[in-house]
């Protein structure tokens, strides 16, 4: 199929990306089936009744929501402290991992931050034979000399707050401008740069449109790979705005009721998102398209979660007024 997208200017595009608006739909379905306390299952599409995929739209997933709700605006909103608390819950992504920090200190800080006291509660945690990283991606150890990369995490942390990484952001211009001091510190990689971008942007201490900056990650590089034959010259970043702004007319064309987030259309980062999922959904759906990666089975499986969680966006968003209570994620 070929998309014009500007005089002289067409992408290619193969079966998959018929498929990625499909699955971005069966994915909200799901989630949208689960606020409304539908039973299980909430869809009959094997591939997603058998592996696991996160939500269309990354502020839904479970660990995002933890994230805004728990520790973004929870506890003292100063610019400082929220950078601390983000960063130090994204540098291991992990629940528990914060969890088990605040049953030990309580109130976790940067006013009364004692590295030797965190990194003995992680050491002791680690000890006892505790993951304290997400398997969701990862974290490049910075190079501070401890041999254990927890410590050198936190001592990262430490270093970015001494050296005015909060203002730095407070001060930004664009969104770009949070990526590139982020990608300034040790460690930090484009993705990682601008996941944890996205992050901090959630908050009261920074307010860019989502639609103003994005980043393909590896994931979404392969997906992008499947769904074209030609990508008319742009770069993965660009296809993806160009994606982004095709959304409702996809969905009309393909005859898809697609369900939005409470009135928020989709998001560049949300686009990318997909592309990362349709690059292993694909897999099975679309085994003739190997991408980049040539990778042929999808490894994470599918397990039911029964734990509620209420949804919770930014209020900036100004869609929380709309959503039920005591809904699932």
Same mark, same amino acid.
């Given at each position: /199929?070929?998309?014009?997208?500007a005089?002289?200017?067409?992408?290619?595009?193969?079966?998959? %990306?018929?498929?990625?608006?499909?699955?971005a739909?069966?994915?909200?379905?799901?989630?949208? =089936?689960?606020?409304?306390?539908?039973?299980?299952?909430?869809?009959?599409?094997?591939?997603?009744?058998?592996?696991?995929?996160?939500?269309?739209?990354?502020?839904?997933?479970?660990?995002?929501q933890?994230?805004?709700?728990?520790?973004?605006?929870?506890?003292? *909103?100063?610019a400082?402290?929220? +950078?601390?608390?983000?960063?130090?819950f994204?540098?291991?992504?992990?629940?528990?991992?914060?969890?088990?920090? *605040?049953?030990?200190?309580?109130?976790?800080?940067?006013?009364?931050?004692s %590295?030797?006291?965190?990194?003995?509660?992680?050491?002791?945690?680690? !000890? $006892?034979?505790?993951?304290?990283?997400?398997?969701?991606?990862?974290?490049?150890?910075?190079? +501070?000399?401890?041999?254990?990369?927890? /410590?050198?995490?936190?001592?990262l942390?430490?270093?970015?707050? /001494?050296? =005015?990484?909060?203002?730095?952001?407070?001060?930004?211009?664009?969104?770009?401008?949070?990526?590139?001091?982020?990608?300034s510190y040790?460690? +930090?990689? =484009?993705?990682?740069?601008?996941?944890?971008?996205?992050?901090?942007?959630?908050?009261?201490?920074?307010?860019?449109p989502?639609?103003?900056?994005?980043?393909?990650?590896?994931?979404a590089?392969?997906?992008?790979?499947?769904?074209?034959?030609?990508?008319?010259?742009?770069?993965?970043?660009e296809?993806?705005?160009?994606v982004?702004e095709?959304?409702? &007319? !996809?969905?009309?064309?393909?005859?898809? &009721?697609?369900?939005?987030?409470?009135?928020?259309?989709?998001?560049?980062?949300?686009?990318?998102?997909?592309?990362?999922?349709?690059?292993?959904?694909?897999?099975?759906a679309?085994?003739?398209?190997?991408?980049?990666?040539?990778?042929?089975?999808?490894?994470?499986?599918?397990?039911?979660?029964?734990?509620?969680?209420? *949804?919770?966006?930014?209020?900036?968003?100004?869609?929380?007024?709309?959503?039920?209570?005591?809904?699932? $994620?």
């Amino acid at each position: /199929r070929s998309i014009k997208i500007a005089p002289g200017r067409i992408l290619k595009a193969t079966p998959v %990306f018929d498929t990625y608006w499909r699955f971005a739909k069966l994915r909200q379905d799901i989630f949208m =089936g689960r606020v409304a306390g539908m039973p299980a299952p909430w869809t009959n599409d094997f591939i997603l009744l058998s592996h696991r995929f996160t939500n269309t739209y990354r502020a839904s997933d479970r660990v995002s929501q933890y994230l805004i709700r728990n520790v973004i605006y929870e506890g003292d *909103q100063a610019a400082e402290e929220i +950078f601390f608390r983000v960063m130090l819950f994204k540098m291991f992504n992990r629940i528990d991992t914060w969890e088990n920090l *605040q049953k030990k200190i309580k109130i976790l800080n940067w006013k009364y931050f004692s %590295f030797d006291k965190y990194a003995k509660i992680l050491d002791a945690l680690m !000890e $006892s034979d505790q993951r304290l990283y997400s398997a969701a991606y990862i974290m490049p150890s910075p190079a +501070f000399g401890n041999k254990r990369k927890h /410590r050198n995490h936190l001592q990262l942390l430490e270093y970015m707050i /001494r050296d =005015g990484a909060p203002e730095k952001l407070v001060r930004a211009k664009t969104f770009s401008d949070i990526f590139k001091i982020l990608l300034s510190y040790p460690s +930090f990689g =484009g993705f990682l740069a601008f996941q944890f971008s996205v992050d901090l942007n959630y908050s009261t201490a920074i307010d860019f449109p989502e639609s103003q900056f994005v980043v393909a990650g590896p994931g979404a590089k392969d997906g992008i790979s499947k769904c074209f034959y030609d990508t008319a010259g742009l770069t993965e970043e660009e296809l993806i705005y160009v994606v982004t702004e095709m959304a409702g &007319d !996809e969905f009309n064309r393909l005859g898809l &009721d697609f369900i939005t987030l409470w009135g928020r259309p989709l998001q560049p980062i949300d686009c990318q998102n997909i592309f990362c999922e349709i690059s292993k959904y694909a897999r099975i759906a679309h085994p003739e398209y190997l991408g980049e990666s040539g990778r042929t089975r999808i490894k994470q499986k599918f397990s039911l979660n029964n734990e509620p969680l209420p *949804q919770w966006y930014p209020p900036k968003w100004k869609i929380n007024d709309k959503i039920k209570s005591n809904c699932f $994620s």
